[in-house]
């Protein structure tokens, strides 16, 4: 049974993930620092799964524990990397401790990996990287942009790190660049847990039907687009946890092309806030008391992937759709608020 170290495998997308290599007969690490997540989610990943991920507490931060963790995991077969900060505002009031989690920790595993002689790492890397791109949907070859944010640069910054270590060190290396990961896994055991108010969207938008949140504002409707509002590529979470396991397959079989690849990972289809908001109310049965604001700064008109990369080489494809996404994360919403 190959056995693979998921880093931030308590949070979001990494306790989709480990519930899919579970369930795909791997043998999952989970690493965490609980600076994002409960230590909860073991248990709820165990009771999807019926297997126990063993759970290592190690804050990536710290040398000492990277090098201890890798020691006693140096018969893993690879490793996939989602530990970071990811708030884009926050990032801009504290860009240091975004590079610290971000980038120094990154170094640090790398470079204790590297010592243990690992070499097979996937990263999570983001759409944020292309900014608005100039022609859509975006390709794997659409320009990396300087980007708006210190949490956008960690993803662009990291990226570079990883291409110029491959070729130094030997290392092979998938960095997936996700486009806007929603939903929740379909037996409303883990999801997504923000913290205080959220700043994304469909968290925003369940936590208002739930009571949480008294509105939801629109941020701006007089952009370019057919309804005025901005459009992403919102994926569901498990699709993409399925698409690190074919990743992951594929750097374990060798069948790399390249020592360092990079893929986008969407649905290849752009939906506007307000479709989001129709679809959520579609499926929910929920009326949402929205309003028109302001555009919030720093957003993007339209972002979608083209998959054609990721279908063709990974033979993957995101198969959930819209309505399974708000679907799945009212019903997460509903569990969590005991509604
Ligand atoms: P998340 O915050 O839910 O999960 C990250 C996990 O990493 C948390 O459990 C946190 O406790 C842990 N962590 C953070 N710093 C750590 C450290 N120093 N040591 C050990 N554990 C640490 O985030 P997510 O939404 O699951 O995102 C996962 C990855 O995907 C991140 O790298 C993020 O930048 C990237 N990403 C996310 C999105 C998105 O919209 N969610 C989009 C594109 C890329
Ligand atoms: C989606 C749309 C908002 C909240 C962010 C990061 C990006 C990536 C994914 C990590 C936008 C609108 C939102 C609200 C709204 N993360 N909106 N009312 O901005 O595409 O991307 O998450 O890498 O780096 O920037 O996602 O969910 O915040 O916004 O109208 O209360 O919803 O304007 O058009 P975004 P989002």
Known sequence: MAKILVTGGLGFIGSHTTVELQQNGYEVVVVDNLSNSDEKVVSRITSITGKEPLFEKVDLRHREEVRALLARHRDMDGLIHFAAYKAVGESVEKPLEYYENNIWALVCLLQEMRNQGLNNFIFSSSCTVYGQAKELPITEHSPVVPANSPYGNTKQVGEEVLQQAVSAHGLNVISLRYFNPV???????????????????????????????????????????????????????????????????????????????VFNLGTGKGSSVLEVIRSFERVSGEKLNCKIVERRPGDVTAAYADTTKANDVLGWKAEKSLDDAMADAWRWEKAVRGL
């Open 183 to 261: 939903g929740a896994h379909p037996t409303a055991k883990i999801g997504e847990l923000p913290l205080g108010v959220p700043l994304n969207l469909v968290p925003f938008v369940t936590q208002t039907a739930a009571g949480i949140r008294k509105q939801l504002s629109v941020f701006g409707d007089d952009y370019d687009t057919p309804d005025g509002t901005c459009i992403r590529d919102y994926i569901h979470v498990v699709d993409l946890a399925k698409a690190h396991v074919v990743a992951v397959k594929r750097l374990l079989d060798k069948k790399n092309s390249q020592p360092y690849e």
